[in-house]
C-alpha cells in the first residue's frame, strides 16, 4: 500500500492490536514520510530523538495555522520553553526534587500497601479485568492521595478523562470538531472542580498537591487560577492514564512471553530493567505531534513552518539502526535509552513515579501469574491510537494443583 496513507493506517482502529508491521513500512519508506493529508510521519530513532531536542520544533497546538491558533492555552505539556518551563518548574515543586525531594519516595510503602490490598480482594476470584479491576484502580487512588481529590470522586473525573484523551487523540481520517468540543469542556469542568477543590484548602493545607499550589507564600511562585486549574487537570490525567497502559501492557507481554515471566519470578532482581524494557516494547504512549517553527529539513526532507509532523515514539523504539534485535522482548537488555518517556524538555514529569508503580504493580503480580492464562488475545484496545493499551484484560486465574 502506499506510503503516504501510513497515519491513517496506523490510527485505524482495525491495526490498533498490532501497528508495529506499520511501523517497520514506515521505517523502510522513511525516515520522513509526507502523508496524504499534507502531515508528515517520521518513523526512525535518532530523528525523533533530533526532533524532540530541537527549540526550533514547537509543541504548541496553536503553532498550526488555521483556527488552532485562536485556541485555549494548552497545559504546559504543550507549550514551548520559557513558558513551558516556568510552569513546570512551578509544578515540580510540590512534586519532586529539588523542593520536594522525598514526596514521591515516601509513597513506596503505600503504593506496596494499595497493590496488596487489591490483590488480595481478587484472590479467591477466578477470572479478573486486569484493567478494572488493578491497572485502573491503583494509579489513580495514587493521584487521587498525591493531589487531594477524594476519592469517592474518582467516577466523576473518570468520564472528564476520558473526553479530554479522545480529544488528544491523532486521528487524520475523522473531522474531530465533536470529540474536541467535548474534551474542552471536560478540560473546563475538571479545571473548576479541581480549583474550587484548592479553594477549601487556602489557609487549611491538608499536606497534597492542590494545598501547596493554593498555599505557596511567595507571589512569584504562585500559579494564577487558570494556571492551577489546567496544570491540575494534566497531572491528574497524565498521572494515570499512561500507568494504566503501562501495567496492562506489562502483563500482556509477560503472559504472552512465559519464558521471561518464568525467569522474572526466579530472578526479582531483574524486574527494574524488565520494566524498561516493557516502555521500549510496549510503550504507552505511541506518537507526539510537532510543528516546526521555520521551514527546516528533517533528514533531508523539506518541511514548511507550520506543518503537523508525528513523531512515532513507538517505532523509534522498533529501530534495528539503534535497538539490536528490537522485535523481541528481553528484560535482560542493558543498552536501553528507550522513548517510552519522551525525550528532550517534554521528558515525562511523572516518569519517577510511574516507574514505583509498576514496580509494585508487577513485582506484586508475577508470582500470582503462573497459572494465569488469558481469555482473549488479542484483548480489546481502547479507542485511542496516541496512548494504546487494551480497554480489558480478562485473565483466568486458574488455582494450582
Known amino acids: 500500500m502506499a506510503a503516504d496513507t501510513l497515519l491513517e493506517r496506523i490510527t485505524d482502529y482495525a491495526n490498533r492490536a498490532d501497528p508495529y508491521p506499520l511501523y517497520a513500512e514506515l521505517r523502510e519508506a522513511g525516515p520522513v514520510v509526507r502523508q496524504a493529508d499534507g502531515s508528515y510521519l517520521v518513523g526512525t530513532y535518532h530523528e525523533i530523538t533530533a526532533l524532540l531536542h530541537n527549540p526550533q520544533i514547537s509543541a504548541d497546538p496553536r503553532s498550526l495555522p488555521g483556527p488552532g491558533q485562536k485556541a485555549r492555552k494548552p497545559p504546559f505539556l504543550r507549550l514551548d520553553d520559557p513558558e513551558h518551563h516556568r510552569l513546570r518548574t512551578l509544578a515540580m515543586r510540590p512534586f519532586g526534587p529539588p523542593h520536594s525531594p522525598g514526596r514521591i519516595d515516601t509513597m513506596r510503602g ?50 472528564w478523562s476520558n473526553a479530554v484523551v479522545a480529544s488528544a487523540d491523532v486521528r487524520p481520517d475523522l473531522d474531530t470538531t465533536e470529540q474536541d468540543g467535548a474534551g474542552d469542556q471536560a478540560r473546563i469542568d475538571m479545571g473548576m472542580y479541581l480549583l474550587n477543590l484548592a479553594e477549601q484548602r487556602r489557609g487549611h493545607p491538608t499536606g497534597d498537591m492542590l494545598s501547596a499550589f493554593i498555599n505557596e507564600p511567595d507571589p512569584a511562585l504562585r500559579l494564577t487560577p487558570e494556571e492551577l486549574a489546567e496544570t491540575g487537570v494534566l497531572l491528574l490525567i497524565a498521572g494515570h492514564e499512561t500507568t494504566v497502559n503501562l501495567i496492562t501492557n506489562g502483563v500482556l507481554t509477560l503472559l504472552r512471553h512465559p519464558d521471561q515471566l518464568d525467569r522474572l519470578r526466579g530472578e526479582p532482581d531483574l524486574l527494574p530493567r524488565a520494566v524498561e524494557e516493557l516502555l521500549r516494547y510496549e510503550p504507552p504512549v505511541h506518537m507526539r505531534q510537532r510543528i516546526p517553527l521555520v521551514d527546516m529539513d528533517i533528514a533531508g526532507t523539506t518541511v514548511a513552518k507550520g506543518t503537523s509532523v508525528v513523531l512515532a515514539l513507538a517505532s523509534g523504539n522498533r529501530d534495528p539502526k539503534r535497538f539490536h534485535d528490537p522485535d523481541r522482548f528481553d528484560p535482560t537488555r542493558q543498552d536501553n535509552e528507550h522513548l517510552g518517556f519522551g525525550s528532550g524538555i ?54 494450582s494443583a
Open 346 to 399: 517534554h521528558l515525562c514529569y511523572g516518569a519517577p513515579l510511574a516507574r514505583i508503580e509498576a514496580h509494585a504493580a508487577l513485582g506484586a503480580l508475577i508470582p500470582r501469574l503462573s497459572t494465569a492464562r488469558l481469555v482473549q488475545d488479542p484483548p480489546p484496545y481502547r479507542q485511542n491510537a496516541m496512548l494504546r493499551g487494551p480497554r480489558h484484560l480478562p485473565i483466568e486465574m486458574r488455582q
Open 110 to 159: 503505600q503504593i506496596t500497601e494499595l497493590t496488596e490490598e487489591l490483590l488480595d480482594e481478587l484472590r479467591d476470584r477466578p477470572q479478573i479485568d486486569i484493567v478494572d479491576d488493578f491497572a485502573y484502580p491503583l494509579p489513580v487512588t495514587v493521584i487521587c492521595r498525591l493531589l487531594g481529590v477524594p476519592r469517592e470522586d474518582e467516577p466523576l473525573f473518570r468520564e
